[in-house]
């Protein structure tokens, strides 16, 4: 993490063994300063002004002052200050970390709950130093470094950022092309807040099913299933293994699982498989382990959909897509929060559209509804 002024992050946890394996793990990263921790979200919020850190690691349950009530202050007092929490993997802990994020954390990152200390610091470190490398980055674009919006303004659009153009360029004008069957969307980084964004323009009778890969580990997914259930006109939940493939709903792939679509006993309905296989691209669930099925099983009847986050995951599947005739839709760089998984099909012209998040789901209908 190469920057002539070091990232400033201080540690805020109410245990004291986090409080040790974060510390250690961050003074070990080159190009970020450990200013300092925190017992609690009051004594946090008392060190801010002093030790004027650019991003807080927070642990979400605390006593006197919990993460969310941190981050709420940081919204009215330090907007500029960014936050990555720490989540237990638990139906609660999910819950909290889904408003989290409503609430503007960059990230977050699901405590070890077992293992040695140096094993734990290992999942910490591996979770930690890309979310800030993708952290700087952000910073960098903007111009200052702040990922928490200032209130009542989403994250991934609150910044300012210069927007590249908007591109249209075969989804709605190819007079050869077949109307859409089903909806794969791959996403990550800021996935949450844009999909809490998207997701609800989604017409209820939209008439096509709707499958996710949104990266997190196990509980959280269904965390934000629940989540986004409420806001949606369309039905939303966290998929089971051999249910079908059912128009005006969503199925999210579950956490730590792999998804996938497959025929189904009578060879023409399309049922979910959720099973074990390894991580692909470090991710579990994978976005190209999904995107490769659906490309077998809607060959030409299909639209992919690549939005905000980190690394590559995606960008293969979505090759074999578009080799498939599928209809291709990338979230442009302005209104991600990290650039990563939509750059390739955006800067190639594999998408057929690269559009800012709040035309993405009027493009996704247009797919559906040619002709």
Known sequence: MNSNKPLRVLVVDDTVLYRKIVSDVLAAIPGV?????????????SKLASLKPDLLTLD?????MNGLEVLGHIQQHAPHIGAIMLSTLTQEGGAMTMKA???????????PQS?????????VADAIVPMLHAFRRRSKVMGVTRSIARPGKPVATALPR????????????SANRSRSEIIAIGISTGGPNALAKMLPMIPKDIGVPIVIVQHMPPMFTQSLANSLSGKCKITVREA???????????????GGKQMKI??????????VKITDDPPENSCKPSVDYLFRSVADHYVGRATGVIMTGMGSDGTQGLKLMKQNGASIIAQ?????????????????GLADAVLPLHQIADAIVKTVRIG
């Not at 954390?105 to 699901?110: E, H």
């Not at 293992?115 to 999942?123: D, P, Q, V």
């Not at 497959?262 to 049922?271: E, H, P, T």
Request: hydrophobic residues 40%; proline residues 8%; aromatic residues 4%.
């Open 33 to 45: 300063e450990l200013v300092g921790t925190a017992h609690n979200g009051k004594a946090a919020i």
């Open 60 to 64: 979400i349950e605390m006593p006197e």
């Open 101 to 111: 994020l409503e609430l503007g954390a960059f990230d977050f990152i699901p405590k």
């Open 115 to 123: 293992g040695t200390m140096a094993e734990n610091r290992k999942k």
């Open 162 to 173: 210069k927007a590249a153009p908007t591109t249209r360029r075969r989804l709605l004008s």
């Open 240 to 254: 089971k293994q051999g249910e079908p493939i059912l128009p005006n709903t969503a199925l999210i792939a579950p």
């Open 262 to 271: 497959v025929a189904g006993a009578d060879g023409k309905s399309r049922v």
């Open 332 to 348: 442009d760089e302005a209104t991600c929060v990290v650039f990563g998984m939509p750059k390739e099909a955006a800067e190639t």
